[in-house]
Nanobody, 122 residues
Framework: QVQLVESGGGLVQPGGSLRVSCAAS????????MSWYRQAPGKERELVAT????????NYPDSVKGRFTISRDNAKTTVYLQMSSLKPEDTAVYYCNKCERWICGTRPGDYWGQGTQVTVSS
């Protein structure tokens, strides 16, 4: 079955950097786009990055553009989110999501990881 396991979260100071990872299994990883979402307390889940199956196309909302970079290693069936210039408002649980085809649509896919907490605070 599909499994997504996030890791790498933690506490980081404002302006710092952090990389979170999502190890995928149970499906043909190289055939599917992947995405990262986040959810802060009391807020709706928010899309922060998408990447096509071969990594050629990435997309970000304005809130993280220029600060976050999504990447993937199809040989390791892992997707990454490199975050820099972190702000307190980036504090959230970060989730990876398997999209339904080679490029992500407007809605998330059915499979989520358990999430990894990222806290930006001094």
């Amino acid at each position: 079955q599909v499994q997504l396991v996030e890791s790498g979260g933690g506490l980081v100071q404002p302006g710092g950097s952090l990389r979170v990872s999502c190890a995928a299994s149970g499906f043909s990883f190289r055939n599917y786009a992947m995405s990262w979402y986040r959810q802060a307390p009391g807020k709706e889940r928010e899309l922060v990055a998408t990447i096509t199956n071969n990594g050629a196309i990435t997309n970000y909302p304005d809130s993280v553009k220029g600060r976050f970079t999504i990447s993937r290693d199809n040989a390791k069936t892992t997707v990454y989110l490199q975050m820099s210039s972190l702000k307190p408002e980036d504090t959230a649980v970060y989730y990876c999501n398997k999209c339904e085809r080679w490029i992500c649509g407007t809605r998330p896919g059915d499979y989520w990881g358990q999430g990894t907490q990222v806290t930006v605070s001094s």
